[in-house]
């Protein structure tokens, strides 16, 4: 129905062969292709003991997340590079 597909994107920051592609719906769509210090600074202190899927999906970012993940990242902004800018990038 309408509004009711969400969707759930990570970002490897190891090879992680596991988890990259190897069934139907894990497709790869990204790549950092000019500096990974802003993936540096994500926090990863949650590890696999952060919110759920379910609640993030039931419940969103609320006060109850905030406050029993304080320290929790927020993609806010995101946008395609062109491919004649992506190999401008000196590696």
Partial sequence: GLNSRS??????????GRLGGGSPW???FAQVVASDATLDRIT?????KGPSQGYLASRGVDADLRAH????????????VDD???RAVPS
């Fill in 44 to 48: 990863t202190k949650y590890g696999e």
């Fill in 26 to 28: 894990e497709v790869p």
């Fill in 84 to 86: 004649a800018a992506a």
């Fill in 7 to 16: 969707v759930q994107t990570f970002v490897a920051l190891a090879d992680n």
């Fill in 69 to 80: 993940f304080p320290d929790l990242d927020y993609l806010t902004t995101c946008f395609r």
